[in-house]
């Protein structure tokens, strides 16, 4: 191995300090594909690469000094850590009108195809009706397609009973909207409009009957009279003598 031969593999194995790069050049005459020279001033403080054809500077890593943040966002990290973390905050929108808010941020789930603005008039369009409804018992639909369909509770649907056994619990609703069920055994006959003039734990007589000579009037208060047109006297251990 000659003497340039070992300067030249030398010159390879290491990055070479100049202070420019027309000293560089000065001195390796004849630079090989791969070999680093750093220049400190012209350019300055720049690390640069043979290529096989010409010297390439490289651009060298550094701290970021400043960062503009978005009225809608905020900014983390930076400085000596090499990193900065910028995210946006969409509960700091001020505009309340809609030509300002005419797009929307949309991605897909696996984050496979590049986040996309989307305008709002397109994801409304995306919106359908309902197109049809099924009541079940005591539910009536008045209308069961569109946006918004009209749906009634229909309680003339209930079964009809004649038994006292169905009859365990009422319906009920007080002033303040409030939907309860209520025993029969519950309701205070004092809280309903008596307009029968119903008592507690009484009723009106309808009929007195007896045997004759006892006759009734009947009503809520029957006369009780005995009818002596048709009466027998009857005499018990008398004696009679002449």
């Known amino acids: 191995m000659t003497a340039a031969d070992f300067v030249s593999y030398i010159a390879s194995q290491v990055i070479t300090v100049f202070t420019t790069a027309t000293a560089r050049d000065a001195a390796i005459t004849s630079p090989t594909e791969g070999m680093f020279a750093f220049t400190k001033t012209t350019p300055a403080d720049t690390l640069s690469y043979y290529d096989g054809s010409s010297w390439v500077d490289t651009a ?5 000094t400043a960062v503009l943040t978005p009225s809608n966002g905020s900014l983390s990290g930076g400085g000596s850590s090499g990193s900065i973390s910028l995210s946006a905050d969409v509960n700091n929108s001020t505009s309340a009108t809609a030509t ?7 991605s897909d789930t696996d984050d496979s195809n590049a986040t996309k603005k989307a305008l709002i008039s397109d994801i409304t369009a995306l919106a359908g009706d309902i197109t049809g ?3 079940g018992n005591l539910v009536d639909i008045t209308s069961a397609t ?3 369909p009209t749906i009634d ?3 003339s649907e209930a079964a ?3 038994s006292d056994a ?22 205070a006959l004092s809280g309903m409009n008596n307009d029968s003039g119903w008592t507690s734990n009484a009723g009106t007589v309808t009929s007195v009957t007896g045997t004759a000579p006892i006759a009734s009037s009947g009503g809520a208060t029957p006369a009780i009279t005995i009818d002596t047109t048709n009466a027998q006297v009857v005499l018990s251990a008398q004696v009679f003598g002449s």
């Open 133 to 135: 409804l099924t009541a």
């Open 100 to 106: 300002a808010a005419d797009y929307v941020l949309i």
């Open 153 to 155: 509770v229909d309680l």
């Open 60 to 64: 060298l890593a550094a701290d970021i």
């Open 160 to 162: 009809t009973s004649t």
């Open 146 to 148: 569109g946006p918004v």
């Open 166 to 187: 169905d009859g365990d619990y009422f319906l009920v609703t007080d002033a303040a909207s409030s939907q309860h069920k209520l025993t029969k055994a519950n309701i």
